[in-house]
């Protein structure tokens, strides 16, 4: 039977460069916190209720303006905006027309980390049947 005995100074180099890479790992798995979804809203609704065939702003409040915000209904694709300033912020807005009826999961995304790394933050509203007269919008 034979046993191996590694010498302190081997051991306490092995701990340093394992915990170096964990380090490196973390750094370049978390985002940096200069970019990012901060919020998103939906612009409000006529007696605080949205409904379909009727239009709304979805807006994603974001830190950085470098960076396209994607935005989402569940997982159907709305389209991209280019963040906008305001004030001190970065805003990118997008119009949303509800084709259905139920709860709806908005979504706005911005990459932070190419490729795959996102910013991503959500809201729900629920959505009823609509008739959309122009400036009002008759939801029942």
């Known amino acids: 039977?034979?046993?191996?005995?590694?010498?302190?100074?081997?051991?306490?180099?092995?701990?340093?460069v394992a915990l170096t890479g964990a380090g490196l790992a973390a750094t370049v798995v978390a985002a940096p916190s200069n970019a990012s979804?901060?919020?998103?809203?939906?612009?409000?609704?006529?007696?605080?209720?949205?409904?379909?065939?009727?239009?709304?702003?979805?807006?994603?409040?974001?830190?950085?303006?470098?960076?396209?915000?994607?935005?989402?209904?569940?997982?159907?694709?709305?389209?991209?905006?280019t963040p906008h300033q305001e004030g001190a912020t970065y805003k990118a807005t997008i119009t949303w027309t509800p084709s259905s009826t139920g709860s709806k999961v908005i979504k706005a995304r911005q990459l932070v980390i190419p490729p795959s790394f996102y910013s991503t933050r959500t809201t729900t509203v629920t959505v009823g049947n609509g008739l959309n007269l122009g400036s009002v919008c008759l939801v029942s």
């Not at 039977?1 to 340093?16: F, G, L, N, Q, Y």
């Open 37 to 81: 979804v901060n919020n998103v809203s939906v612009s409000p609704a006529m007696g605080g209720r949205y409904g379909t065939t009727c239009s709304y702003e979805v807006t994603a409040a974001v830190t950085t303006k470098n960076r396209m915000v994607r935005f989402y209904e569940g997982a159907t694709y709305l389209g991209s905006v």
């Open 1 to 16: 039977m034979s046993t191996t005995t590694t010498h302190p100074r081997i051991r306490a180099v092995a701990a340093a």
